[in-house]
């Protein structure tokens, strides 16, 4: 059974950073992309940022120059480090894997298979 999990959520004064995990398991394929959502009540899931299994990372307009990708593979674990936080960065973040081989830069027009159960973050000002 495909299961990712994240953590690494809480409460941070604006400026702040935190850095969040997704632990993925139940997976083998090598070929995925891995992507952090967030979401906020009343407006549109946003992708954030994806990390490919080959490497390549893109990340939103939003959040550029802040928040960093990155993967440890011998953890099976996908990291974001959100750094210079906003209170519009305030949101649940979830971690969804994409199944098969895409580019960082596609893997947003495509709707993942598998989700975590999200995270909070709260930012406040």
């Known amino acids: 059974e495909v299961q990712l999990v994240e953590s690494g959520g809480g409460l941070v004064q604006a400026g702040g950073s935190l850095r969040l995990s997704c632990v993925l398991s139940?997976?083998?394929?090598?070929?995925?992309?891995i992507g952090w959502f967030r979401q906020t009540p009343g407006k549109e899931r946003e992708g954030v940022s994806y990390i490919s299994s080959d490497g390549d990372t893109h990340y939103a307009d939003s959040v550029k120059g802040r928040f960093t990708i990155s993967s440890d593979h011998a953890k099976n674990t996908v990291y974001l480090q959100m750094n210079s936080l906003k209170p519009e960065d305030t949101a649940v973040y979830y971690c969804?894997?994409?199944?098969?081989?895409?580019?960082?830069?596609?893997?947003?027009?495509?709707?993942?298979?598998?989700w975590g159960q999200g995270t909070q973050v709260t930012v406040s000002s």
């Open positions: 969804a894997l994409i199944v098969g081989w895409v580019t960082a830069d596609a893997a947003g027009r495509y709707e993942p298979d598998y």
């Open positions: 139940g997976f083998t394929n090598k070929d995925y992309a």
